[in-house]
């Protein structure tokens, strides 16, 4: 795939973490509310995670202007993406939380997938430089 669809999978990621991120402090209560579930004790924690969230969407934007000399931060995104994913998928499949948080969880999941597929066909520059001295190139 070329290097402009891979730019805008990581600059489409970093709006949607930004969206997400703030419509969470909007709907979650709403959503709580809407279908009697117990309202949050702790909202520090909630704080936290769209903290979290925003941040790592400037993360993605930024690896999306420079995918060469993020990869470290793709590798971040990874871990992050599929930790979403699986944490959410599970707290509502336990019924702690209702069926609407699996509309970012997939999202997240999708992206996760994007971003090892990218990390599983780009090689490093060291990888390059080891393979070009064994193949004699």
């Given at each position: 795939?070329?290097?402009?669809?891979?730019?805008?999978?990581?600059?489409?990621?970093?709006?949607?973490?930004?969206i997400?991120?703030?419509?969470?402090?909007?709907?979650?209560?709403?959503?709580?509310?809407r279908?009697?579930?117990?309202?949050?004790?702790?909202?520090?924690?909630?704080?936290?995670?769209?903290a979290?969230?925003f941040?790592?969407?400037?993360?993605?934007?930024?690896?999306?202007?420079?995918?060469?000399?993020?990869?470290?931060?793709i590798?971040?995104?990874?871990?992050?993406?599929?930790a979403v994913?699986?944490?959410?998928?599970?707290?509502?499949l336990?019924r702690?939380?209702?069926?609407?948080y699996?509309?970012?969880?997939?999202?997240?999941?999708?992206?996760?997938?994007?971003?090892?597929?990218?990390w599983?066909k780009?090689?490093?520059?060291?990888?390059?430089?080891?393979n070009?001295?064994?193949?004699?190139s």
């Open positions: 795939m070329k290097l402009s669809f891979w730019r805008g999978v990581f600059l489409s990621k970093g709006v949607i973490n930004w997400e991120s703030l419509g969470l402090l909007v709907l979650d209560p709403w959503l709580r509310t279908f009697n579930l117990t309202p949050l004790v702790n909202w520090e924690y909630a704080y936290l995670f769209v979290l969230a941040i790592f969407g400037l993360g993605y934007w930024q690896v999306g202007r420079d995918l060469a000399q993020n990869r470290e931060v590798r971040m995104g990874i871990f992050g993406q599929y994913f699986f944490i959410l998928l599970a707290t509502v336990s702690h939380l209702i069926w609407p699996l509309i970012p969880a997939t999202i997240d999941g999708v992206y996760a997938t994007l971003y090892l597929l990218y599983l780009t090689p490093t520059a060291d990888s390059l430089e080891v070009s001295h064994v193949l004699g």
